[in-house]
């Protein structure tokens, strides 16, 4: 059974910084670009970044977050992790992550899910 858990929410002021975590188990890590997407109260879930199979590998971020926000993973240790620096209000959402066999912008490509962590950013 695939399982993908978040950690490292929480609430943050604005101009702070979190790192969030996403443990894989039940696959073949190694095998799937892996992404964050975020929901906000009332929107669509959207794309945050993405990073392909391997450890150091392409990058891609939504417009919103370049600058801020570093994809990263560790192979070995089965997770990714996201860097947020600079955070600011509108980047208040629940966090997703999320795994596929390519590394996408499109929610939908994306075959395993994990149930989000929550951060809050206060002004």
Known sequence: QVQLVESGGGLVQAGGSLRLSCAASGLTFSSYAMGWFRQAPGKEREFVCAISWWSGGNTHYADSVKGRFTISRDNAKKTVYLQMISLKPEDTAVYY?????IPT???SEYEYWGQGTQVTVSS
């Open 97 to 101: 992550c999320a795994a596929a066999s």
């Open 105 to 107: 912008m499109t929610r």
